[in-house]
């Protein structure tokens, strides 16, 4: 090689060096705040990623994640979003619904926040509408306070007999004293009587389920919540050792011996989120990106669970199921 195409090979080097590690200090960074426990439903975010590859990022390759996990204790929320801000993420992913949300919101006003929530984003003040939210914050509504008086429907066709059934809902949800009104007005229009149990600790949904017997309490809807859903082990086995017909709001439930799940598909809506987030990463704007709603929604019934408690399940219920566990 001649000494003058060495000094231009060497110097070609010595630009890409520091050009390299440019790239490496640009590399995007999305910070996802979840209420879950870390290593809880890893196919959710295997969706979410799959999300984000479609839109053209991959983690540890052009992108990176920081995780924050409130696991289950909501007022973690504020100080996890605030530590988020301090360390200038490029995006906030607020996974932990309406309660993760309202904390990023506060913590910013100018980094873009995709959301995944069950309630109401306009009621809550986080958009100004579905189709233009404005502001720096958009994502997925999962309608599921529109969902549990269709649980509630599914459960007195399953149970005809029910005259009393139990609304387990976490009162730390922000969510949830929104919803109540409108799962009770459906559970008059049934002639049901709708008693409210509250649980946020593993010990409190316990105690909830030892008062079934007294409320004499024919069956259970398991509320929404991201802390009831990562406590799904712990519920479904109450469920069977009280015999009590349960009916859940996610399909995970269902997978691990719960009787009955009617919900939108999780997997499908976060995907959504990581597409959603790769495009704002990519220049587009919170504020023009409509807050998606999800299309699909799966009933899954587990036959083993409904004959270890001896319920048989009508084929009216049988012919609409999307899934059904033998």
Not at 68 to 88: C, I, K, M, T
Not at 114 to 125: L, S
Not at 173 to 191: H, S
Request: hydrophobic share 50%.
């Amino acid at each position: 090689m001649r000494r003058r195409e060495i000094i231009v090979f060497l110097g070609s080097a010595v630009l890409a060096c520091p050009l390299a590690a440019l790239a490496q200090k640009a590399m995007p960074v999305i910070g996802y705040l979840s209420g879950r426990l870390p290593g809880d439903a890893p196919s959710l975010l295997a969706a979410f990623r799959q999300g984000l590859s479609e839109a053209g990022y991959v983690d540890g390759q052009n992108l990176t994640i920081e995780y924050r996990w409130a696991e289950g204790h909501y007022d973690r929320f504020p100080a996890l979003a605030a530590d988020l801000v301090g360390r200038s993420v490029d995006l906030i992913v607020a996974a932990g619904g309406a309660t993760a949300t309202r904390a990023a919101k506060a913590a910013t006003s100018t980094i873009p926040i995709v959301f995944f929530t069950g309630g109401d984003p306009v009621a809550a003040g986080f958009v100004a509408s579905f189709a233009r939210p404005g502001g720096n914050l958009t994502g997925v509504n999962l309608q599921l306070g529109e969902l549990t008086p269709k649980r509630l429907e599914l459960l007195t066709e399953l149970v005809p007999q029910a005259r009393v059934i139990a609304l387990l809902a976490n009162s730390n949800n922000a969510n949830a004293e929104r919803v109540i009104p409108d799962e009770q007005a459906a559970a008059r229009a049934k002639g049901v009587q709708l008693p409210i149990l509250s649980a946020s600790t593993q010990g409190e949904i316990n105690a909830a389920f030892a008062k079934l017997a007294g409320l004499h309490a024919d069956a259970i809807v398991i509320g929404d919540d991201p802390f009831l859903s990562q406590q799904r082990v712990q519920l479904v086995a109450l469920a069977a050792q009280h015999a009590v017909p349960a009916i859940y709001p996610q399909r995970e439930f269902a997978v691990a011996g719960g009787l009955i799940s009617y919900a939108p598909s999780f997997a499908a809506a976060q995907r959504l989120v990581g597409v959603y987030a790769g495009r704002i990463l990519k220049g587009e704007k919170p504020a023009d990106l409509p807050v998606e709603q999800p299309t699909k929604f799966e009933l899954v019934i587990n036959l083993k669970t409904a004959k270890a408690i001896g319920l048989t399940v009508p084929a009216s219920i049988l012919a609409r199921a999307d899934e059904v566990i033998e």
